[in-house]
């Protein structure tokens, strides 16, 4: 069985930083990529960053050049580092594993149940 356990979260001040952590614990083969979403209340979950096994990053558009993704793939673990936060930051934010091969040939996404994220003064 494949879990995600997602860390670091927490109130962080306008301007703060704060460091994501994920694991993925199980039988596992490979990870094609490892994401981070987020979703703040009202609004649709949408892309903070992905990074693929082939070392291709993808940021989105409010997240490039204050956030950074990377990847422990000996550890099966993912991190994003947020700096200069903002309030609009505010959401929980969850980790993806895509395409994880558990049995050859068979390929499935796995989702975290998230980590609280809170901007504010």
């Known amino acids: 069985q494949v879990q995600l356990v997602e860390s670091g979260g927490g109130l962080v001040q306008p301007g703060g930083s704060l460091t994501l952590s994920c694991v993925v614990s199980g039988s596992i083969f490979s990870i094609y990529a490892m994401n981070w979403y987020r979703q703040a209340p009202g609004n649709e979950r949408e892309l903070v960053a992905r990074?693929?096994?082939?070392?291709?990053?993808t940021y989105g558009e409010s997240m490039k050049g204050r956030f950074t993704i990377s990847r422990d793939n000996a550890k099966n673990m993912a991190y994003l580092q947020m700096n200069s936060l903002k309030p609009e930051d505010t959401a929980v934010y969850y980790c993806?594993?895509?395409?994880?091969?558990?049995?050859?040939?068979?390929?499935?996404?796995?989702w975290g149940q998230g980590t609280q994220v809170t901007v504010s003064a």
């Open positions: 993806k594993a895509e395409n994880v091969m558990v049995i050859p040939g068979t390929l499935f996404d796995y």
């Open positions: 990074a693929t096994n082939a070392g291709e990053v």
